[in-house]
């Protein structure tokens, strides 16, 4: 399509392109109407009238001059720019360093979903409270290959964790193409990233208590509210280590995957059905644990889960000294039933591992946010560490 | 029974040492010096027949408003048998000096004296994990009042943390002790309940702190 402006001299002139105007078969589109000699006339005329039009002005005499030459490239130009402007716009703003409320992580995902290819928003199910659980998914091809997943803030109160997984999903998706690891991983591999495993108790951290840790669901029965969700899976449910009393932190709930933010879980990695590894991110204490916490007994893959996990601690410690304890959740921690390591593990996925993040109890879970970015790059080698094992092991 | 060796990394081991640190932070903590545990080297444990458990612990510490200096400490944790009310006994041994904070401790006492209104602040640190400078003795001060309450309270079956300091009110003396009041909210990890406690402490810069005893 092009536009014309055409400077009429007179009257005459003037009553031509009206006529013009009145020929609907040629579909013209003034942008400014004729209506007297000393005003331009604007039209966008398309493609197939326009070598008829200009040849009608010519045998008039009437001046005219090509204003665009082809209305598609300004149109696509235009639309780049403001993608551009809004993407420079967007990453200079979303500070990985800082806290987050729940809405500002939901627009950041998007961002990056829009921005990357490879990169797309899905929704797994919504939370008690309606809030959609929103998974990006890292794919660059095939079907249904296998995957690695990554949850973080399952326990709302752990905020390094939904702010780490922000940096992480961030740093994955610049990486590929640039780092031969990641590349090579994403190439053979997918990867389902939940940042905010529970909204619900995100939210009520940041608009009513910031040591809340549970879901926010109501208890039949109880002035309590919410169930520990980490207690709530089908792994040794209802054991030692979790509590049946409602008004409890680690309460397990009236049964296993009474929680929809668990549920929701349970059904998309069954429903996929080619999971190699479950990671989940928590804080604080430092530590990297494997299976099993709902027993005391040691896992069929103890030996390789124990050299895994030591080997991430490792590269963890390389950047910054950052320690690490390595071993069973039932050993390092305390016997804990219900937990979603111990689910994945006997559900067929070997590689699970949990992560509790930086630091030791000087600040707990009030991590000041400048050890963020710290944090996040430090546990990211720890879990690039195991991913490239799964990968390896998984071709 | 013979002590039996235990991983640094185990559970009990842990809780052992979190003790230990609660202790020493009650006395030899203070404005000017917050202590943090570096590293578990070494942890035994021997079963005392009618008496309890006993834990021989070898731990490196390190001062949060220092950290390139650390400083060795031995410690024995014993839980009384059917410990219910009954504070753990502890012992701790330091090797070698720990840094004198004289300058720091004085310089906050006259600040301190010197205010016309009695001090009040609220969540030391805050949802972001910020402290104002200013407040960040005050923030020492409660793991010093926590320590106490961490180790009068601890089982083999809890490990508390200082989780926030939720309120903290100043209250002027006629002798020459400061007074604060806090309430604190203590993180423990096995029921991982966040769990307020009122305590007040009283400090001087000569004579350390202390949890007076109707607290």
Redesign the interface.
């Known amino acids: 399509h092009q536009v014309l402006r055409i400077k009429t001299k007179n009257e005459e002139e003037v009553k031509q392109l009206q006529l013009l105007e009145s020929l609907e078969h040629l579909e013209l589109d003034f942008w400014i109407n004729p209506s007297a000699p000393a005003l331009p006339v604007d039209v966008r005329i398309p493609a197939a009238s326009v070598q008829s039009v200009k040849a009608f002005l010519e045998s008039q005499g009437i001046e005219y001059s090509i204003l665009i030459r082809d209305l598609q490239d300004v149109l696509d130009k235009e639309k780049q720019d403001m993608a551009e402007s809004a993407q420079r716009q967007r990453s200079s703003s979303f500070d990985f360093g ?2 987050h409320t729940l809405d500002d992580i939901n627009e950041e995902l998007d961002h990056l979903a829009s921005e990357y290819s490879f990169v797309e928003k899905i929704q797994i199910g919504e939370s008690y409270e309606k809030r959609p659980l929103y998974v990006l998914k890292f794919s660059t091809g095939g079907s249904n290959r296998p995957a690695i997943w990554l949850d973080a803030g399952i326990h709302s109160r752990e ?1 390094v964790t939904q702010a780490s997984a922000l940096w992480i999903a961030n740093q994955i998706a610049s990486d590929y193409g640039t780092d031969a690891s990641i590349t090579s991983l994403l190439d053979k591999m997918d990867l389902f990233l939940l940042p905010v495993a529970n909204p619900d108790g995100f939210v009520y ?2 608009t009513s208590n ?2 809340w ?1 549970k879901t926010r669901s109501k208890i039949p029965g109880s002035v309590c509210v919410g169930v ?1 969700p980490n207690r709530n899976w089908d792994a040794g449910f209802g054991g030692p280590g979790a ?1 049946n009393k409602p008004c ?3 309460y397990h709930g009236p049964s296993a995957n009474s929680e929809v933010e668990v549920k929701s879980v349970v059904d998309f990695i069954k429903n996929h059905g080619n999971f190699k590894a479950f990671l989940t991110l928590h804080s604080y ?1 430092q530590l990297l644990m494997y299976p099993y916490g709902y027993k005391c007994t040691r896992p069929d893959d103890y030996a390789e889960l124990e050299s895994l996990g030591r080997a991430a601690a490792s590269s963890i410690r390389s950047l910054y000294g950052t ?1 690490f ?3 069973t959740i039932c ?4 016997q804990a039933s219900g937990g979603s390591i111990d689910w994945s593990y006997d559900n067929g996925i070997k590689y699970s591992f949990a992560f509790e993040l930086r630091d ?10 400048n ?1 963020i970015i710290p944090a996040a790059k430090e546990t990211w080698l720890g879990l690039k560490r195991i991913m490239e094992h799964v990968r390896d092991k998984s071709s | 029974s013979l002590a039996m060796e235990l991983p640094p990394s185990h559970f009990s081991a842990a809780r052992a040492a979190a003790v230990a640190v609660g202790y020493l932070r009650y006395l030899r903590g203070g404005p000017g010096r917050g202590l943090e545990l570096r590293a578990l080297r070494r942890a035994r444990r021997q079963d005392i027949d009618d008496v309890g458990h006993k834990y021989y612990l070898e731990l490196e510490l390190e001062d949060v408003l220092d950290k390139d200096r650390t400083v060795s400490c031995t410690a024995e944790v014993l839980y009384h048998l059917g410990s219910r009310g009954t504070a753990p006994d502890v012992q701790v041994t330091v090797q070698g000096e720990l840094s004198s904070t004289e300058e720091a401790d004085e310089e906050f006492y006259h600040r301190i004296r010197s205010l016309e209104k009695e001090l009040v602040a609220e969540n030391i640190p805050d949802s972001h994990g910020n402290v104002p400078p200013e407040l960040e003795p005050i923030h020492l001060l409660a793991w010093v009042a926590s320590g106490y309450v961490i180790w009068q309270n601890s089982t083999e079956n809890t490990k508390f943390h200082l989780a926030q300091v939720k309120h903290v009110k100043q209250v002027k003396r006629s002798d020459e002790d400061l007074q604060f009041d806090f309430v604190v909210l203590l993180h423990e990890m096995v029921s991982q309940e966040v769990l307020p406690w009122e305590v007040t402490v009283l400090w001087h810069p000569q004579h350390g702190a202390r949890v007076p005893q109707h607290s």
Not at chain 1, 331 to 334: E, H, K, R, V
Not at chain 1, 360 to 369: E, K, N, Q, S
């Open positions: 800082a806290y905020w951290t940041h910031r040591m840790r520990d509590s409890s932190d680690s204490s320690t304890q390595v071993g050993n390092t921690i305390y030791t109890g000087r600040y707990g879970f009030l991590l000041p946010a050890q």
